[in-house]
């Protein structure tokens, strides 16, 4: 198995543990649907980044370890364009 493969793998691991913390620490299950549902909508790009990340931190609201958790496991993209040159 190659480097990457394993590095791919143990990413899924992670996520997966992520997911089940979730669904274990979620009091009701429109939470972790609403979770499941806006994750499959963006890696469908039904919806952006951004507003993925607003969904969550609105879902996550009262549990502040779940949302650092989801910051973890899904970081916000950093713009690494650059402003044109005005020559």
Avoid: W
């Avoid at 992670?14 to 890696?43: D, G, H, Q, W």
Wanted: glycine residues 2%; hydrophobic residues 30%.
């Amino acid at each position: 198995m190659s480097h990457q493969n394993l590095k791919q793998e143990k990413g899924i691991e992670i996520a997966l543990a992520y997911l089940r913390e979730v669904k274990n620490r979620c009091k009701k299950p429109k939470i972790f649907n609403e979770f499941c549902e806006t994750m499959r909508s963006f890696k469908r790009k039904e919806i952006s980044e951004s507003f993925c990340h607003d969904i969550v931190k609105n879902l996550f609201k009262d549990d502040p370890e779940l949302l650092e958790g989801f910051y973890i496991y899904f970081p916000r993209q950093k713009n690494l364009l650059t402003s044109p040159s005005s020559t």
